[in-house]
């Protein structure tokens, strides 16, 4: 995240010169010189010029949603070209919705077996994406969303939801009910264990998850989540969700994540 990216190119007609303190600052350099040659009826050059070029933010962002939508390992990759072109450092690779687990795990198959229609990432793709991302200088921050958004979760592990199943993939867009059981703490060991699968295909010190659009109603029907959220002195089910994140959140730090969600957790 702190990477240096800044590069100084000069051209002149003695010939063309980059400057970088980094690798990444080498390939932003190299794609500015791309966009730089022109051509007329005798041939193609480079105009002369001097340019000392660092990125204004440090998160330059892309976010793709092959939860909703599958996309290809192919598709993935030309996306990563394209990002590269236009100097964007990080794939926001939203991974898990209620139409669709996208990614397979050896710790609880179920995932992708039951929740994805068999539309999924392998190991060895996602390790070949991030490799592919990488050497673009490019990081890659997944997304699996909790507590809400997680119907699919919930088509191979009904235990871990806050109403009985048995749960089917959405086939529509919206805002659903599902959502991760706070009160149980087989939820927190469920998640952990997938944390600790998953970051071994995940090398970057992000992790996001999601958190938005949680409406509440399967916390507010069962009566054993309700005693729960009154017995830690939770006012409603807003602070239930803020409960449930810092969880979330500590078992992510334990495996050398930040976790990073949508604005309604805060």
Do not use: C
Not at 50 to 63: E, H, T, Y
Not at 225 to 241: E, H, P, Y
Request: hydrophobic share 35%; aromatic share 12%.
């Amino acid at each position: 995240p702190d990477e240096d990216e800044s590069y100084r190119l000069t051209v002149t007609s003695a010939g063309t010169e980059l400057e970088a303190a980094t690798v990444v600052g080498g390939l932003r350099g190299l794609e500015t010189l791309l966009q730089l040659v022109s051509g007329d009826a005798s041939g193609f050059y480079l105009p002369e010029a001097v340019m000392s070029d660092r990125p204004r933010f440090k998160w330059r962002g892309l976010l793709v949603d092959a939860g909703r939508h599958f996309m290809p390992p192919e598709m993935i990759r030309r996306t990563l070209d394209g990002m590269a072109m236009v100097k964007l450092n990080v794939l926001h690779w939203h991974l898990s919705e209620d139409q669709g687990f996208r990614v397979e795990s050896t710790r609880y198959p179920r995932l992708h077996r039951l929740g994805s229609d068999g539309n999924y990432y392998t190991h060895t793709q996602i390790r070949e994406i991030v490799s592919y991302a990488r050497d673009r200088g490019i990081r890659v921050v997944p997304e699996f969303d909790m507590p809400g958004h997680s119907t699919s979760w919930f088509v191979g592990y009904p235990e871990h939801a806050s109403a009985p199943g048995p749960y089917q993939i959405e086939r529509k867009f919206g805002v659903f009910d599902p959502a991760f059981d706070p009160a149980s703490e087989g939820t927190y060991a469920f998640i952990e264990g997938f944390v600790a699968e998953m970051v071994q295909l995940f090398p970057d010190p992000f992790w996001h998850i999601g958190g938005d659009e949680v409406n509440g109603r399967q916390w507010s029907r069962n009566p054993r989540i309700v005693r729960f959220r009154r017995a830690q002195g939770l006012k409603d089910n807003d602070a239930l969700q803020a409960w449930f994140n810092r969880r979330v959140g500590r078992i992510l730090a334990r495996h050398g994540r930040r976790l990073v969600g949508w604005d309604e957790i805060l």
